[in-house]
């Protein structure tokens, strides 16, 4: 009888080879004789006795833990941590909203538990959950996913993949798309990387695993902003409160996704070679900004507000028309969306060239509003692209948190 997504398969494999062993033993002790038999029986015994020690509780201290329930995920208003994994996955054909709805009381059970620093279900090596050091996992949906399980009528309004950017975009399809994402986050890589694999296992009866990108930040105080592989202060212009967050990244209005945000990720690689040869002043000027403070050209202190207007001693502008800081900007608010992103280093070409870069990771209440016309912006005229390249761009639905007893994106299935 075929298995259902999200059935539990008959044993085999380790739990097989585990239950021969168990055998052997067993029949290995009977066949011993006198003193021998009970000398194991006796082991034995006091191994699983009452009075035997149990294993310490593990010492999993506030700070290491970030609340997995709330009205909100975590990892996105979370400050963010210093190592990071983006994993997509395409959901095999045969589930449907039932078995999507399987899955996320999987995903929610085991990222709740894992948060607070107790094994996932499955977990052989509980050890390595019992400090999370922050980690949390945030979970999104592609615009695909929802023709593919039969809830058209819940897409969020107005998700849909990306335009194009024709004049920026090399687009390899190896990084982008994807129905379903695991944002995985946490100030330890093997944290990160324990949880990639304990939630990889829940995904493995529905979905395929399409791609894994993996990032970093620097370590810094507190509120110190990170600087990304070009030297550059970056993520200066975001947003700091909670009022912030609800007018620029959360979802309001009324069903399901109230709460929820949108996430376009990009990955973008940068020429540092060809960056490396120009002066401080020429990398300055095609940001807008000081690399050594972060602070804007026109002021002295990296939260400083830039003077947009100003000129310099040639009568142009100070922070030139063609400066990153400036198109990014545009017309609008300083505050328009959050990014959040993290910088890759993969292994080099074979000609020994650089594949390094960010994944760009900004969070909104709407695409179309908030993201699009920055990149037009961008694409139209930023000096920076000569010196970055995205290749690779998706987007995803971050639904809302969840309750106690609950689990992610249950209104959808309502």
């Keep these: 009888m075929a298995e259902r997504p999200g059935e539990r398969p008959a044993a085999s494999g380790p739990a097989r080879v585990y239950s021969r062993r168990r055998l052997l033993v067993t029949s290995a002790a009977a066949a011993l004789s006198g003193a021998a038999a009970a000398a194991v029986g006796v082991g034995i015994a006091d191994a699983g006795s009452p009075g ?3 294993p310490a509780a593990p010492d999993t201290r506030e700070e290491d833990t970030v609340p997995f329930y709330g009205l909100h995920q975590a990892g996105v208003q979370t400050p963010a941590q210093s190592a990071a994994a983006f994993c997509a996955f395409d959901l095999h054909a045969d589930v449907d909203a039932a078995a999507l709805r399987r899955l996320l009381r999987l995903l929610s059970d085991d990222i709740a538990r894992m948060s607070a620093g107790r094994a996932a279900l499955a977990d ?3 050890e390595l959950a019992a400090a999370p050091a922050r980690l949390t996992v945030t979970v999104g949906f592609g615009p695909s996913l929802f ?4 809830l058209a009528a819940a897409r969020p309004a107005g998700f849909a993949d990306l335009p194009a950017f024709p004049t920026i975009d090399r687009l390899d399809p190896t990084y982008g798309g994807g129905d379903l994402l695991l ?12 949880a990639q694999r304990m939630l990889f296992k829940d995904t493995r009866a529905f979905a395929t695993a399409r791609w894994t990108q993996r990032g970093f930040l620097p370590q810094r105080p507190a509120g110190q902003t990170g600087r990304n592989l070009m030297g550059q202060v970056d993520g200066t212009v975001n947003p700091r409160t909670d009022a912030d967050f ?11 996704f109230t709460g929820g945000t949108f996430l376009v990720f990009r990955r973008i690689r940068m020429e540092l070679d060809t960056w490396d040869e120009l002066d401080r002043s020429a990398m300055e000027a095609a940001i807008g900004r000081r690399l050594s403070t972060g602070a804007p050209l026109t002021g002295t202190a990296e939260h400083d507000e830039p003077d947009l207007d100003a ?3 040639t009568g142009l502008h100070a922070i030139a028309d063609f400066a990153h800081l400036r198109l990014a900007r545009g017309d609008g608010p300083a505050i328009q969306l959050l990014r959040r992103p993290y910088s890759y280093d993969d292994s080099p070409g074979a ?8 994944l760009f990771c900004a969070y909104q209440a709407d695409i179309g509003a908030q993201f699009v016309p920055m990149q037009q912006r961008l694409a139209a005229g930023d000096l920076l692209n000569q010196w970055i390249t995205p290749v690779g761009s998706a987007v995803f639905a971050i639904p809302p948190g969840c309750a106690p007893g609950g689990f992610l994106a249950e209104g959808m299935f309502s």
Excluded: E, Y
């Design 52 to 54: 035997a020690a149990a």
């Design 124 to 126: 052989t090596a509980p």
């Design 147 to 150: 023709d593919k399980v039969g």
């Design 183 to 194: 944002q995985i986050c946490a100030d330890d890589a093997l944290v990160v990387a324990h």
């Design 246 to 256: 609800d007018r620029v990244v959360w979802s309001t209005g009324t069903g399901w």
């Design 311 to 313: 000129v310099d001693a």
């Design 351 to 358: 000609d020994g060239a650089s594949d390094v870069g960010q």
